[in-house]
């Protein structure tokens, strides 16, 4: 059974980086509008069901970091109808600058005492499209975990942090100020190979589950119109 300690870090690994910032875009793009991060992320799909361990976000303190850097979290964990528990963390910055930007988990766990032993470039594949994702394992002394994830920027899905500077650099040419969020699923134990496999399964589901409509909050709206297609087929 997992405890509410096992996947805190995760879901507070919200911190960003600052520099001076030399563009000044024009145009703000918001893919959430109205909606609740809350609401549009599935409570139940495929094989998995949520179940209620407690927060497992800590509370947004007005003015800290994370309150500047997201505007809205979710944390939450998952187990299938095969035993296996999958903790997932959605953090959404309606705000992408060079001074408010997701903070990638390749950085922000070694921040709280872990070592990064696996990092490994991979891709969802959803037929008419594929989601480029980073697996990372990550070690610490009184446990494993192994985290895959994804980070939309704009209509980008940075792998790297240099590609997020990058992509966010083309957004600003481009006049726009974009929103962003980072999707992360991890599970705990020493097999690798099973893990990864494990939590893209979980993410592949995941985003095969959500209603078309909010599809570009999670993607972007050019590779959401892909993955709607194949949501519409498999119904």
Not at 108 to 120: D, T
């Given at each position: 059974?997992?405890?509410?300690?096992?996947?805190?870090?995760?879901?507070?690994c919200v911190a960003g980086s600052a520099g001076a910032q030399?563009?000044?875009?024009?145009?703000r793009v918001e893919l959430m509008g109205s909606a609740k991060l809350e609401d549009i992320t599935p409570q139940k799909f495929g094989s998995w069901q949520e179940i209620h361990v407690g927060d497992v976000i800590q509370p947004r303190t007005e003015g800290s970091l994370a309150a500047e850097l997201y505007s809205q979290m979710v944390g939450r964990v998952y187990?299938?109808?095969?035993?296996?528990?999958?903790?997932?963390?959605?953090?959404?910055?309606?705000?992408q600058s060079d001074v408010l930007q997701l903070h990638r988990p390749e950085t922000c766990y070694p921040a709280f005492g872990f070592a990064i032993s696996e990092s490994k470039i991979g891709s969802i594949d959803l037929g008419a499209a594929r989601v480029s994702t980073r697996s990372l394992m990550?070690?610490?002394?009184?446990?494993?975990?192994?985290?895959?994830?994804f980070t939309?920027?704009?209509e980008y899905l940075p792998t790297?942090?240099?590609?997020?500077?990058?992509?966010?650099?083309?957004?600003?040419?481009?006049?726009?100020?974009?929103?962003?969020?980072?999707?992360?699923a991890s599970s705990l134990g020493d097999d690798w190979s099973a893990s990864v496999a494990l939590n893209r399964q979980f993410l592949k589901e995941l985003i095969l589950a959500i209603d078309p409509k909010y599809l570009p909050v999670f993607l972007g709206t050019r590779l959401a119109a892909l993955v709607s297609g194949t949501q519409t087929a498999s119904r």
């Amino acid at each position: 059974m997992i405890h509410r300690r096992d996947f805190i870090l995760g879901a507070i690994c919200v911190a960003g980086s600052a520099g001076a910032q030399a563009l000044r875009p024009r145009r703000r793009v918001e893919l959430m509008g109205s909606a609740k991060l809350e609401d549009i992320t599935p409570q139940k799909f495929g094989s998995w069901q949520e179940i209620h361990v407690g927060d497992v976000i800590q509370p947004r303190t007005e003015g800290s970091l994370a309150a500047e850097l997201y505007s809205q979290m979710v944390g939450r964990v998952y187990v299938n109808t095969a035993g296996n528990y999958v903790m997932l963390a959605v953090a959404y910055g309606d705000t992408q600058s060079d001074v408010l930007q997701l903070h990638r988990p390749e950085t922000c766990y070694p921040a709280f005492g872990f070592a990064i032993s696996e990092s490994k470039i991979g891709s969802i594949d959803l037929g008419a499209a594929r989601v480029s994702t980073r697996s990372l394992m990550a070690k610490a002394a009184d446990r494993i975990e192994n985290i895959t994830y994804f980070t939309r920027l704009g209509e980008y899905l940075p792998t790297t942090q240099v590609e997020q500077r990058e992509d966010k650099l083309r957004t600003a040419f481009a006049g726009i100020i974009p929103d962003g969020i980072l999707v992360r699923a991890s599970s705990l134990g020493d097999d690798w190979s099973a893990s990864v496999a494990l939590n893209r399964q979980f993410l592949k589901e995941l985003i095969l589950a959500i209603d078309p409509k909010y599809l570009p909050v999670f993607l972007g709206t050019r590779l959401a119109a892909l993955v709607s297609g194949t949501q519409t087929a498999s119904r």
